[in-house]
């Protein structure tokens, strides 16, 4: 077998997660990971396609991943079997910080000269930070590094310096290089994610569970497919703003993909799967006309996946109609963020739509054949109180009244962070907060700590840290009650998320005066320890709510067999 010419390891968002006890609280109960965050970028995907139509051998690890399948995988003996010629790690979101930096000293204990990349948004704010630390060799900054990432692993085969390749932060005799950040594409279309390489990468690794997106796939199919990098919006605490990807990308403008490579995509994926395919980012960010575009493409295609839409604003009525013409299985996600249109203004400085024109865009949907909305409100905003985010629950209650089965709710607390980048994290005071953490290390250290509720790294004037996570907990309880009137959920998944509520309450109690020095004997620890694993997760809802309808087979075994018998011919072609 080749070697491999670059291998990307997708790291835990803490290394050590399986030996702490850490309650992370409901920090990711509304994404399809889990608390170790272990879905990887899909950045991975396209720098693999980008990579190996130049001939490279590239292999993805997903070691998070492999750690929570496997309590007893050895990282270090996994690794040591390996011999690339160089490593990628990302540090796209914040919440890698702490496993992000140790699997790089770890990959050097075991390769000392195998030279370690960074890239990510995360890597990009702190690169010069980044950079210092013993085990990272260069930082690629940006949003879009495939072809620096090429270039640069071009130069370390020839022994070449770097000091041509475009976005790169190194070191040379111990002094950081800052090379000018010029690769700013202007469209997605230079790059396609090619979902088939996975199914070859597979192969030609023997190894699944490597590759697997996150914890639970196989219950969940969900794939994504990226419209845009960027964003026209402002949200105040998002790292994928327009401030923010101004900041970090030197892109004033969002960078979008094209109705036909974006439709590509999506056979491609719906070739070998039946699963759902998730579209990032509102398709009307681009205009009318290019969003028309799309749902034309997909009317010709006939795609029979679910797909789900989000919309940032309320669109007009017709453009609903368009997407029932053109697609047969179909959903809707909306993030108003808050009930309240002024803290919903307050959040966005773009966003005006309003809850009457969300309702009408709701019951628009409703009576076509729209087969879910998800609607997602979040705690920590500017302006917020604790009474702001019950009255966000009883405005729930409003839409599950107006509502059929088809509408949920949903509340999460901002977390654990607010992004670095963002106006919120680099105007904190203007917008009402207060950040615990500023340099790549602080964050670190935060991701370390006992309770959520000290991993945060922000509150507001308006509520403490303490008054966010209970009023989380409170909010939590509240909608599952709802949730249960309004028959959304099954009566024992309602009582076991009052329960999973109901003890993560308890232990954050426990904890608490634990760090006021009341002292716990071993024993009592230990078993705490095995609580805080236990209640983590599913506190603010089940996070089964989330999963999409199933079919009995998520897989087309044709299609998956096509791109089996195309590898095996390469490996035939390459041999003869």
Same mark, same amino acid.
């Given at each position: 077998?080749? %070697?491999?010419? !670059? ?16 309650? @992370? ?29 130049? &001939? ?8 998070? %991943? ?21 490593? &990628? ?16 000293? !770890? ?60 976005? !790169? ?22 790059? *396609?994610?090619?979902? $088939? ?55 004033? %403008? ?40 799309? !749902? ?5 295609? =006939?795609?029979?996946?679910? #797909? ?9 009525? $017709? ?9 047969? /299985? ?24 309003? /809850? ?38 009883? @405005? ?32 904190? $005071?203007?917008? =009402? ?55 959304? #959920? ?5 009582? $076991? ?23 716990? *004997? ?7 320890? &095995? ?28 299609? #998956? ?5 195309? @590898? ?9």
């Amino acid at each position: 077998m080749a %070697q491999i010419d !670059l291998l990307l390891l997708h790291p835990p968002s803490v290394y050590d997660f399986r030996e702490r006890a850490i309650l @992370y609280g409901p920090i990711s109960d509304l994404i399809p990971s889990s608390p170790v965050f272990e879905m990887y970028p899909l950045g991975f995907l396209t720098m693999t396609s980008y990579l190996e139509e130049r &001939g490279l051998n590239v292999r993805i690890v997903n070691l998070a %991943q492999r750690m929570i399948k496997d309590r007893k995988f050895d990282v270090p003996a996994f690794l040591a079997k390996l011999n690339p010629k160089a490593v &990628g790690i990302d540090l796209h979101w914040l919440p890698h910080a702490h496993g992000a930096i140790e699997v790089a000293k !770890l990959v050097k204990q075991i390769h000392p000269t195998t030279p370690v990349i960074f890239g990510g948004l995360s890597s990009t704010y702190f690169h010069e930070e980044l950079i210092r630390y013993p085990a990272v060799n260069y930082v690629l900054r940006g949003s879009s590094t495939e072809l620096p990432l090429y270039e640069l692993l071009m130069s370390l085969a020839a022994g070449q310096s770097p000091a041509q390749v475009p976005n !790169l932060t190194w070191k040379a005799d111990g002094e950081v290089r800052v090379n000018p950040l010029t690769f700013i594409p202007e469209t997605l279309d230079f790059v *396609d994610l090619m979902p $088939e390489r996975l199914v070859k990468m597979v192969l030609r690794h023997r190894d699944l569970q490597s590759v697997l997106p996150f914890s639970g796939w196989w219950q969940n199919p969900i794939t994504a497919v990226f419209t845009v990098k960027g964003c026209a919006h402002e949200c105040v605490t998002c790292g994928s703003s327009s401030q923010a990807c101004e900041l970090l990308s030197k892109r004033k %403008q969002p960078q979008f993909r094209s109705p036909q490579s974006l439709v590509k995509n999506m056979l491609d994926i719906s070739r070998f799967s039946k699963g759902p395919i998730f579209l990032v980012g509102d398709l009307r960010q681009a205009g009318d006309k290019h969003a028309y575009e799309i !749902l034309a493409l997909l009317r010709e295609a =006939g795609i029979q996946n679910e #797909i789900v839409f989000e919309l940032f604003n309320m669109p007009p009525l $017709e453009f609903l109609t368009a997407i029932d013409e053109s697609v047969e /299985n179909w959903s809707l996600e909306l993030s108003p963020e808050s009930h309240d249109e002024e803290i919903r203004r307050r959040q966005d400085g773009t966003t005006s739509f309003t /809850n009457a024109e969300m309702e009408t865009v709701i019951q628009a949907a409703q009576s076509l054949g729209c087969h879910r909305i998800d609607v997602f409100f979040m705690i920590g905003l500017p302006q917020q109180t604790q009474k702001s985010v019950e009255e966000t629950i009883h @405005y729930c209650e409003h839409l599950m009244q107006g509502s059929d089965k088809r509408l949920s709710c949903f509340i999460s607390p901002m977390g654990p962070f607010i992004d670095p980048a963002s106006r919120g994290f680099e105007e904190p $005071e203007r917008f =009402g907060y207060r950040l615990f953490a500023h340099t790549l290390e602080e964050h670190r250290q935060l991701l370390v700590q006992p309770s959520w509720q000290q991993i945060l790294n922000y509150e507001t004037i308006w509520m403490s840290r303490a008054e966010l996570v209970s009023a989380t907990y409170d909010a939590a309880e509240a909608l599952n009650d709802l949730k249960l009137k309004y028959d959304r #959920i099954s009566r024992p998944r309602g009582e $076991e998320v009052a329960h999973r509520i109901k003890q993560a309450r308890d232990i954050r109690d426990r904890l608490d005066a634990f760090d006021r020095g009341d002292k716990m *004997d071993p024993a009592a620890f230990q078993a705490l320890q &095995g609580e805080i694993n236990a209640f983590s997760v599913s506190t603010v809802c089940d996070k089964k709510e989330l999963f999409w309808r199933r079919h009995p087979v998520n897989y087309r075994p044709i299609g #998956i067999m096509r791109i089996m018998l195309a @590898y095996l011919r390469d490996l035939v072609g390459r041999d003869s």
